[in-house]
């Protein structure tokens, strides 16, 4: 069996969200205090779950205003939709004799249970009870459950955010401990250990001087009690040899170093790693070992914590090769790069969590996985994303303390493909973008997978249609690099061009001692002049659109190093405050 979904209702930020599950891994991502931790909270309640346990603090009801008691908040409710490993049927026997599952509409069996918190008045706390529900949604068992009825076959586990080794591997029913309790070792060998033990122990005590006088010292307690003769002795050796195992701990050498440590006195990073190495053991022993058929559930908050980029690549590896399923927090694109399963974004919006799903494996996705820790994406097709971070300098927008990703589609064309991944249509985050307007099969392309209804007639309806999308761009069939230009001129210095590129005439010339594809792209730069005949202006465009670091310098000129906004053109500048003000909740995604 797995977790196919789990609905959250008024649990801390979130009012009504529910998520789906992948059968593998499922990462979370969003900014702080979306409801990341939210979510692998409320799977431990009601995985963890027995009738009279403490899983919510008043602080975990969703308040509706600013002094919201307790006793008037919306019940909580955790609702987890279970499906078979493999659909559409459970295994026999597998929901043991006091379930039934229930058929949806494609005919695939399922168990819905839901855990609900609410203040109890005559108990003068909080009353959590775990029920069954049935497919009109009414409640299966009044009474309850007595706990989370499948405990051997979904077996938990969680990680934190502060994964510290020497707690991890020796608190009682740690993974550590379950892998110890498993280990046998023969009569034999623990009788040679416990001899070799004592042996070292007598040595110890006899070699040391003081160690000497302390059991010289305590030999008259056994006649102060009234037990004359009793002798006592220090030892180092444990009691029962089989005790010896409980200090079995992992030490480390690292290669050149002269002597291992202890594991528990290496980094967080490390720490972190060889707790989720023993997990996987664990689970790995236990499936082997008894419990075939167990689907085991683990959640971890940022996996990749401590750890540097490439580790945090190797790490993501190691989790997704994790068996059951997994559920992690992350705030790493270097992590998420590395995902085959679920991404699923989560944004407060206005005190609301809302959850959004995509597939890890959408190549927009991996491709630009910074995007996705974005409160707005600012989306070019190509050059701009050079000289939007000068703008918006100028214009007092700090992109990253906003929360901005520029995003450089690399082509008009990939724009619609990159604007359904993040936008509306998949992780639901606001986008404006910022193109030409020359290309109409391009500008039509992204009205159609925007959904607009009916799709505009003239050029003019689908500039009108594009701005209705946060979509800016220029006259139609015109290049921003021409706008860009007639603004920049007045700023260009013309030893910024080589001797022979100072004048439109010199550069049309040129363009015949060209190789043939240097040509031809030199004639379309020709044609997208036209007739200007300003050399100022063609100069202007030239540096823009010819050099590698042009469109950064064009942007530096003209903002006198990003501290003046007057030559900025209109278009930038309205994309720019557009996004600034999504970003900042100001206005709503269109």
Same mark, same amino acid.
């Given at each position: 069996?797995?977790?196919?979904?789990?609905?959250?209702?008024?649990?801390?930020?979130?009012?009504?969200?529910?998520?789906?599950?992948?059968?593998?891994?499922?990462?979370?991502?969003?900014?702080?205090?979306?409801?990341?931790?939210?979510? /692998?909270?409320?799977?431990?309640?009601?995985? $963890?779950?027995?009738?009279?346990?403490?899983?919510?603090?008043?602080?975990?009801?969703?308040?509706?205003?600013?002094?919201?008691?307790?006793?008037?908040?919306?019940?909580?409710?955790?609702?987890?939709?279970? =499906?078979?490993?493999?659909?559409?049927?459970?295994?026999?026997?597998?929901?043991?004799?006091?379930?039934?599952?229930?058929?949806?509409?494609?005919?695939?069996?399922?168990?819905?249970?839901?855990?609900?918190?609410?203040?109890?008045?005559?108990?003068?706390?909080?009353?959590?009870?775990?029920?069954?529900?049935?497919? %009109?949604?009414?409640?299966?068992?009044?009474?309850?459950?007595?706990?989370?009825?499948?405990?051997?076959?979904?077996?938990?586990?969680?990680?934190?955010?502060?994964?510290?080794?020497?707690?991890?591997?020796?608190?009682?029913?740690?993974?550590?401990?379950?892998?110890?309790?498993?280990? +046998?070792?023969?009569?034999?060998?623990?009788?040679?250990?416990?001899?070799?033990?004592?042996?070292?122990?007598?040595?110890?005590?006899?070699?040391?001087?003081?160690?000497?006088?302390?059991?010289?010292?305590?030999?008259?307690?056994?006649?102060?009690?009234?037990?004359? #003769?009793?002798?006592?002795?220090?030892?180092?050796?444990?009691?029962?040899?089989?005790?010896?195992?409980?200090?079995?701990?992992?030490?480390?050498?690292?290669?050149?170093?002269?002597?291992?440590?202890?594991?528990?006195?290496?980094?967080?990073?490390?720490?972190?790693?060889? !707790?989720?190495?023993?997990?996987?053991?664990?689970?790995?022993?236990?499936?082997? #070992?008894?419990?075939?058929?167990?689907?085991?559930?683990?959640?971890?908050?940022?996996?990749?914590?401590?750890?540097?980029?490439?580790?945090?690549?190797?790490?993501?590896?190691?989790?997704?090769? /994790?068996? #059951?399923?997994?559920?992690?927090?992350?705030?790493?694109?270097?992590?998420?790069?590395?995902?085959?399963?679920?991404?699923?974004?989560?944004?407060?919006?206005?005190?609301?969590?809302?959850?959004?799903?995509?597939?890890?494996? %959408?190549?927009?996705?991996?491709?630009?996985? +910074?995007?996705?820790?974005?409160?707005?994406? !600012?989306?070019?097709?190509?050059?701009?994303?050079?000289?939007?971070?000068?703008?918006?300098?100028?214009?007092?927008?700090?992109?990253?303390?906003?929360?901005?990703?520029?995003?450089?589609?690399?082509?008009?064309?990939?724009?619609?493909?990159?604007?359904?991944?993040?936008?509306?249509?998949? /992780?639901?985050?606001?986008?404006?973008?910022?193109?030409? =307007?020359?290309?109409?099969?391009?500008?039509?392309?992204?009205?159609?997978?925007?959904?607009?209804?009916? !799709?505009?007639?003239?050029?003019?309806?689908?500039?009108?249609?594009?701005?209705?999308?946060?979509?800016? $761009?220029?006259?139609?069939?015109?290049?921003?690099?021409?706008?860009?230009?007639?603004?920049?001129?007045?700023?260009?210095?013309?030893?910024?061009?080589?001797?022979?590129?100072?004048?439109?005439?010199?550069?049309?010339?040129?363009?015949?001692?060209?190789?043939?594809?240097?040509?031809?792209?030199?004639?379309?730069?020709?044609?997208?002049?036209?007739?200007?005949?300003?050399?100022?202006?063609? +100069?202007?465009?030239?540096?823009?659109?010819?050099?590698? %670091?042009?469109?950064? !310098?064009?942007? +530096?000129?003209?903002?006198?190093?990003?501290?003046?906004?007057?030559?900025?053109?209109?278009?930038?500048?309205?994309?720019?405050?557009?996004?600034?003000?999504?970003?900042?909740?100001?206005?709503?995604?269109?």
């Amino acid at each position: 069996m797995r977790i196919e979904s789990l609905r959250i209702k008024h649990f801390r930020g979130v009012a009504d969200a529910t998520l789906g599950l992948d059968p593998g891994l499922t990462v979370l991502v969003g900014a702080n205090n979306a409801g990341k931790t939210t979510v /692998l909270d409320a799977l431990k309640a009601v995985l $963890t779950y027995r009738r009279g346990s403490t899983a919510f603090l008043d602080t975990d009801f969703r308040a509706e205003r600013s002094n919201a008691d307790v006793r008037d908040a919306k019940p909580i409710e955790l609702i987890l939709r279970i =499906a078979p490993t493999e659909p559409p049927r459970f295994e026999p026997g597998e929901l043991g004799r006091a379930f039934t599952a229930s058929i949806d509409d494609e005919g695939h069996e399922y168990v819905c249970l839901a855990l609900k918190a609410v203040y109890s008045d005559e108990l003068r706390q909080i009353e959590t009870t775990l029920v069954r529900l049935e497919v %009109d949604g009414e409640t299966g068992d009044p009474d309850g459950l007595g706990a989370f009825p499948w405990r051997d076959l979904m077996p938990f586990s969680a990680f934190g955010a502060d994964r510290d080794l020497q707690r991890g591997m020796g608190a009682r029913w740690s993974d550590w401990r379950r892998i110890l309790s498993q280990v +046998r070792p023969t009569p034999e060998v623990l009788e040679k250990v416990a001899s070799q033990f004592e042996q070292g122990s007598k040595l110890l005590v006899d070699k040391t001087e003081k160690l000497g006088k302390i059991a010289q010292a305590l030999r008259p307690v056994g006649e102060a009690l009234g037990m004359p #003769g009793a002798d006592v002795k220090l030892s180092a050796t444990p009691q029962d040899p089989a005790e010896i195992l409980q200090n079995v701990m992992v030490r480390m050498k690292l290669s050149g170093a002269p002597r291992s440590f202890s594991a528990d006195r290496h980094g967080h990073g490390t720490q972190g790693a060889l !707790l989720f190495g023993i997990y996987q053991l664990q689970i790995d022993w236990m499936l082997e #070992g008894g419990q075939p058929g167990a689907s085991p559930v683990l959640t971890i908050e940022e996996p990749e914590a401590h750890l540097h980029p490439t580790a945090q690549r190797a790490m993501a590896a190691e989790i997704r090769s /994790l068996r #059951g399923q997994v559920v992690a927090s992350s705030h790493s694109p270097e992590f998420v790069d590395q995902v085959q399963g679920s991404v699923a974004l989560l944004r407060s919006v206005r005190g609301a969590t809302s959850i959004a799903v995509v597939e890890a494996q %959408d190549r927009w996705i991996r491709d630009h996985s +910074r995007a996705i820790f974005a409160r707005c994406i !600012l989306l070019t097709e190509g050059f701009e994303s050079l000289m939007l971070p000068l703008f918006a300098r100028a214009l007092g927008i700090d992109l990253h303390k906003v929360g901005i990703e520029v995003v450089n589609a690399g082509g008009q064309d990939k724009m619609p493909n990159i604007w359904q991944a993040f936008g509306p249509q998949g /992780l639901g985050l606001p986008v404006v973008c910022i193109a030409d =307007a020359d290309d109409e099969e391009a500008l039509t392309r992204f009205l159609k997978v925007a959904r607009t209804s009916p !799709l505009p007639a003239s050029q003019a309806e689908i500039i009108d249609a594009l701005r209705r999308h946060n979509y800016f $761009t220029c006259e139609y069939g015109e290049y921003l690099e021409l706008e860009l230009a007639r603004c920049a001129a007045p700023s260009i210095d013309e030893t910024l061009l080589d001797e022979d590129e100072k004048t439109i005439e010199d550069w049309r010339g040129k363009r015949r001692e060209l190789p043939l594809k240097k040509r031809w792209r030199t004639k379309l730069q020709l044609e997208k002049i036209g007739d200007l005949q300003d050399n100022t202006v063609a +100069r202007a465009y030239l540096l823009a659109t010819e050099k590698a %670091d042009g469109p950064y !310098l064009v942007a +530096r000129l003209m903002t006198q190093g990003g501290t003046d906004d007057s030559l900025i053109p209109a278009r930038f500048r309205a994309a720019l405050e557009r996004a600034r003000d999504l970003a900042r909740g100001d206005l709503n995604p269109r």
